[in-house]
C-alpha cells in the first residue's frame, strides 16, 4: 500500500472549522520557473481525512486537496467583520446620531457640542480627524465655543489618536482623573438578539413596554437628567427613531408612571442602532433583567431594519462588559475625555455619564 500522505506542518484535523490558508501544488502544471505550478487558496476548512481535506473559500465555492499535493499552510485569524473596518472616526460619527446633541458646530472633522450639561457626550468637541485649520487654531475656537455656553472645555478623543496626542501635548488632562476609558462596542443585531434568547428566560414574570418617550419614570433614576431636565430631553428624544424600554412590576394596576424595575434605550439611523440607558434597579439585580431589556432593545431595532448594534461601556464596569462580551459585543476602539487646563480644576459632575 502506499504511504500515508503526512500531515503538513500547521495544518491537520484540528483546522477543521478555522479559517486557513493553503498552498498546494497543481498537479499536471508548470509554473513560470518551469517547476510544477503552485496556488494558494484562502477559505474555512470544513474536512479532514487520512487522504484529503476541503476548504470552502470566501465565495463559497469548496475545493477538494489531496494532502500530498499540499505545499504548506496554516491557520490564519478570522476576517474582520464589516462593522469591525469602519474607522474610529466613521463610528464616532454614526454615534452622534443616537444621542444628538441640542447645539452644534463643524469644525472641519471635528464637532462642537452644547447640551446645557446634560452628559459628557452633549457636551464635548468630538475631537476626529482633522479639524481643517492649524491645531493652536483650533484649540482656541473650542475654547471660544465652549466658554460661549459657560461650559468647561471637553474633548471626547479616540485614544492613541493624533487629537489625543496633540491635546495631551498641548497640557490637556484626564477630565476623568481615576475613571478608565470608555470601551465603544459593536455587535450583530441579529446575532445578539440570538445569544439574548439562549440566555433570557423572556419577560415571564415582569410588565414590559416600549414607548418613544422618556416619561417621568423612565428618567427617575437619573440625577443628571433631572438636574438639566430640557436639554435632557432634547438630547433623549433627539433621534427620529427612538425607543425607551420600561420593565416593571407585574402586580397591582398598570401605570406609566410607576417605579422601574429595569429600562433602556435605543436609537436607529439607518441600519445602525445606538444602545444606552441599560439600568436595573439595585433591589432587582441578579434576576435576568438586564437580558431581558437588551432581547427588547435588540428586537425593536431588528423590526427597523438595524443590522448593526452599538453601544458605550466604560472599563471599570466589569458587570456590564461581562453581559456584553456573551452577547457577542466586541470593543472596536476606546476613548477618554480630556478637559482643557484652564477648566480642568473645575467640577464635572454635572456633565459626567457613563460613557
Known amino acids: 500500500m502506499p504511504p500515508v500522505p503526512s500531515a503538513p506542518p500547521g495544518l491537520g484535523p484540528h483546522c477543521v472549522g478555522r479559517r486557513v490558508v493553503v498552498r498546494r501544488v ?11 505550478a503552485m496556488t494558494d487558496l484562502l477559505g474555512v476548512m470544513e474536512t479532514w481525512t487520512d487522504t484529503d481535506t476541503t476548504v470552502r473559500a ?6 477538494r486537496i489531496l494532502l500530498r499535493d499540499i505545499v504548506s499552510g496554516k491557520p490564519v485569524p478570522p476576517r474582520p467583520s464589516p462593522r469591525m473596518r469602519v474607522s474610529p472616526e466613521q463610528a464616532c460619527l454614526m454615534s452622534n446620531a443616537s444621542w444628538p446633541a441640542v447645539h452644534t458646530e463643524p469644525l472641519g472633522d471635528w464637532l462642537l457640542r452644547a447640551s446645557g450639561r446634560f452628559s459628557a457626550r452633549a457636551n464635548s468637541v468630538m475631537a476626529v480627524g482633522d479639524p481643517g485649520m492649524p491645531f493652536q487654531a483650533a484649540v482656541e475656537a473650542v475654547l ?8 468647561p472645555a471637553w474633548a ?6 493624533d487629537p489625543s496626542r496633540e491635546l495631551a501635548a498641548a497640557g490637556w488632562v484626564s477630565a476623568r482623573p481615576g475613571e478608565a476609558d470608555s470601551h465603544f462596542q459593536l455587535a450583530s443585531v441579529a446575532a445578539a438578539a440570538r445569544a439574548v434568547r439562549s440566555l433570557s428566560p423572556g419577560a415571564s414574570g415582569v ?5 418613544t418617550t422618556a416619561t417621568s419614570a423612565w428618567l427617575a433614576n437619573d440625577e443628571r437628567a433631572l438636574s438639566h431636565p430640557a436639554d435632557a430631553i432634547a438630547v433623549l428624544q433627539g433621534p427620529e427613531r427612538v425607543g425607551f424600554v420600561c420593565v416593571r412590576s407585574p402586580d397591582g394596576p398598570w401605570s406609566a408612571e410607576a417605579p422601574l424595575w429595569a429600562k433602556g434605550r435605543v436609537a436607529c439611523d439607518g441600519d445602525w442602532a445606538g444602545i444606552t440607558d441599560v439600568w ?5 439585580r441578579r434576576a435576568g433583567l438586564g437580558l431581558v431589556v437588551m432581547a427588547a432593545l435588540l428586537e425593536w431595532a431588528a423590526e427597523r431594519g438595524a443590522t448593526t448594534a452599538y453601544l458605550q461601556v466604560r472599563g471599570d464596569n466589569p458587570a456590564g ?18 478637559a ?3 477648566t480642568s480644576g473645575q467640577e464635572h459632575k454635572t456633565v459626567s455619564d457613563g460613557a
Open 144 to 151: 471660544g465655543f465652549y466658554a460661549a455656553h459657560d461650559l
Open 58 to 63: 470566501e465565495d463559497g465555492t469548496t475545493t
Open 340 to 342: 482643557h487646563p484652564s
Open 26 to 36: 497543481l498537479a499536471g502544471r508548470t509554473g513560470p520557473s518551469g517547476g510544477p
Open 321 to 338: 462588559l461581562g453581559l456584553y462580551d456573551r452577547l457577542g459585543f466586541r470593543t472596536h476602539h476606546t476613548y477618554r475625555y480630556l
Open 156 to 161: 471626547q478623543v479616540v485614544v492613541g489618536s
Open 207 to 211: 410588565s414590559l413596554s416600549i414607548g
Open 280 to 284: 436595573v434597579s439595585p433591589d432587582h
